[in-house]
């Protein structure tokens, strides 16, 4: 059983900048790809970015050049650093990894979602 335990959501003006965090516990044999969804309100839920074991990153073009997705293995924890946010970018963030149990076997499991606002 794995958890993906979700920090670091809030309200932030235009501009400004947020850092999410995204923690795994539980038997965790390696982990696979993470990722970074959102999901606004009236919209579905979409990729934001993801990064491989051996960190190759993929971001969405809407927030290309503005976010940045990075893991710490040691800590099971993948990151978002985002900065210079638009209102569009409010919305329920939502981590997710695949994570292998054992050598042979993988589930895919999503944190709690956390909410991210941006206003004046």
């Not at 850092?19 to 990729?47: D, F, H, P, V």
Request: glycine residues 10%; aromatic residues 12%; charged residues 20%.
């Amino acid at each position: 059983q794995v958890q993906l335990v979700e920090s670091g959501g809030g309200s932030v003006q235009p501009g400004g900048s947020l850092r999410l965090s995204c923690a795994a516990s539980g038997t965790i044999y390696s982990i696979n790809t993470m990722a970074w969804y959102r999901q606004a309100i009236g919209k579905e839920r979409e990729l934001v970015a993801s990064i491989t074991s051996d960190d190759r990153t993929n971001y969405d073009d809407s927030v290309k050049g503005r976010f940045t997705i990075s893991r710490d293995n040691a800590k099971n924890t993948v990151y978002l650093e985002m900065n210079k946010m638009k209102p569009g970018d409010t919305a329920v963030y939502y981590c997710h990894a695949n994570i292998y149990y054992n050598v042979f076997w993988s589930n895919d499991y999503w944190g709690q979602g956390t909410q991210v606002t941006v206003s004046s």
